[in-house]
């Protein structure tokens, strides 16, 4: 099956500046790569995702990146803001799995004012 | 509002006793899931319904049972709590379950069993 490992698992960068989380997969035939916000209390919420016959998304400050011939993707985000600290989850699936989500571990992002 | 909704949002319960939560989606999915999130924050897939059918059942004891009245609601009923059990479980929804449409996750509902 998938698996999914994400790095690092913990980010903290000062308010304004950038912050990048990287994933890799094991499943050469996954297609889809979410990537979920989880606040404090909360559930994941999805922010950007991207397929697989794309190489680059962005919206707004948020962009992610895919390399399938290496089978990584990140996440990257500019001018970070207090409210984005949370717990960020990349996750791979593909096609006929029942969108069966495979998750990375996850990565507690603290944005220092 | 269009969500997807999980009752109750806490629960404490004693070793050995049943429970059931139960989760709504309005939004028109045709794809259900039970997460599990244990205490290091890994998520993990238990069930997956698609229109009332069972399509995906992880390596999860017989004392879970998931079932789905139709294809909104999709509930959790647990036999037997154990100590491990405690976590926070995840209910999601996704559009259609081989091609487009990002999962959905409820609020979560944290379970402790003491």
């Known amino acids: 099956g998938e698996n999914v490992e994400q790095h690092p698992s913990t980010l903290s960068v000062q308010e304004g500046d950038s912050a990048v989380i990287k994933c890799t997969y094991s499943?050469?035939?996954?297609?889809?790569f979410p990537w979920y916000k989880q606040e404090l209390g909360k559930g994941p919420q999805l922010i950007i995702d991207?397929?697989?016959?794309?190489g680059e998304k962005k919206d707004q400050r948020i962009a992610v990146t895919l390399n399938k011939t290496a089978k990584h993707f990140s996440l990257h985000i500019t001018e970070t803001q207090p409210e984005d600290s949370a717990v960020y989850f990349c996750?791979?699936?593909?096609?006929?799995?029942?969108?069966?989500?495979?998750f990375g571990s996850g990565t507690q992002l603290t944005v220092l004012p | 509002d269009t969500a997807v909704s999980q009752t109750p949002k806490y629960l404490v319960t004693q070793m050995g006793n049943d429970k059931s939560i139960k989760c709504e989606q309005n939004?028109?999915?045709?794809?259900m899931y039970w997460y599990k999130q244990d205490s290091k924050k890994f998520l993990k897939i238990m069930f997956s319904?698609?229109?009332?059918?069972?399509?995906i059942n992880e390596t999860v004891p017989n004392r879970f049972s998931p079932k789905s009245p139709d294809k909104a609601h999709l509930n959790l009923h647990i036999n037997s709590l154990e100590l491990g059990d405690s976590a926070v479980y995840f209910c999601?929804?996704?559009?259609?379950?081989?091609?487009?449409?990002?999962?959905?996750f409820g609020p979560g509902t944290r379970l402790t069993v003491l």
């Open positions: 999601a929804s996704s559009q259609e379950p081989t091609s487009g449409g990002a999962s959905f």
């Open positions: 499943d050469s035939a996954s297609n889809y």
């Open positions: 991207i397929r697989s016959n794309v």
């Open positions: 996750a791979a699936t593909r096609s006929g799995s029942a969108r069966q989500l495979t």
């Open positions: 939004l028109g999915h045709d794809t």
């Open positions: 319904y698609n229109n009332k059918e069972l399509i």
